[in-house]
C-alpha cells in the first residue's frame, strides 16, 4: 500500500512538471526562432500575394523578418540557406531596393562590422592572411553576380589595392546585390572569430 501511495505521488508530480514545462514552452512559442520560422516567415511575405500592399504593413512583416534571421545563430543561418536556398532567393527578389538596404544594415552590417573589428585586432600577419582569404571568396562569388563583376573588371588593379588596404570602404561602395552576395561570407567569418575568442 506504501510503495502504490509513493508511485502514484512520483506520477502526480511528474504530471506537474510536464504540465508546467508544455506552459513554458507554449508562452515562450513567439520568442524562440528557428530557420523554419525564419523561412516561413519570408514564404509568407504578404506581398507575394498582394503587390499592392501597403509600405507600412511591408516595413512591419519585413521586421519581423529581421528580427527572426537576427535572432539565429550562425549554424541555424547557414541551415536556413542550404534548406531554404528558393525562399530566400524568391523573399529578397521581392523586396524594393529600400528594403534591402534596410535589411542589410540590420542583418549584414552587423556582421561586416565585427569582421572588421576583429580584423584590426589581429597581427599584421594574420591580418593579411585573413583579408586574402576574404578576397579569394569574393573573387569566387563574382562569378555569381553581375554588377560585381562589372566593379571588378572596370578597375582590377584598383579593386585590388582598395580592397587590400581599406575593406571598409570597399563593402560601403558595393552594390546591394554584392553586399547580399557577401553575407553568407561575412558571417563565416565572424563565426570563425568568434570561435578564435574562446
Do not use: C
Not at 536556413?80 to 521581392?94: L, N, Q, W, Y
Amino acid at each position: 500500500m506504501q510503495t502504490q501511495r509513493l508511485w502514484l505521488q512520483v506520477i502526480a508530480f511528474l504530471a506537474l512538471v510536464w504540465a508546467g514545462v508544455a506552459a513554458v514552452m507554449w508562452a515562450t512559442e513567439d520568442y524562440v526562432f528557428t530557420p523554419e520560422k525564419t523561412l516561413a516567415l519570408m514564404n509568407e511575405a504578404p506581398w507575394l500575394e498582394d503587390e499592392r500592399l501597403g509600405h507600412e504593413q511591408r516595413m512591419l512583416h519585413l521586421d519581423q523578418v529581421i528580427t527572426s534571421v537576427v535572432k539565429l545563430d550562425f549554424s541555424q543561418r547557414a541551415r536556413m540557406r542550404e534548406d531554404g536556398e528558393e525562399t530566400i532567393d524568391r523573399f529578397m527578389k521581392s523586396l524594393s531596393e529600400e528594403e534591402k538596404g534596410e535589411y542589410l544594415s540590420r542583418v549584414v552590417e552587423e556582421h561586416f562590422n565585427a569582421v572588421m573589428k576583429g580584423i584590426d585586432k589581429l597581427p599584421a600577419e594574420d591580418r593579411r592572411r585573413i583579408i586574402g582569404s576574404i578576397h579569394r571568396d569574393i573573387k569566387k562569388r563574382t562569378a555569381k553576380n553581375p554588377e560585381m563583376q562589372l566593379l571588378i573588371d572596370m578597375d582590377p588593379a584598383g579593386f585590388e589595392k582598395n580592397f587590400t588596404q581599406d575593406m571598409g570602404l570597399f563593402f560601403k561602395e558595393a552594390p546591394l546585390s554584392a553586399k547580399l552576395e557577401m553575407a553568407p561570407m561575412l558571417e563565416a567569418f565572424h563565426a570563425r572569430m568568434q570561435g578564435l575568442r574562446r
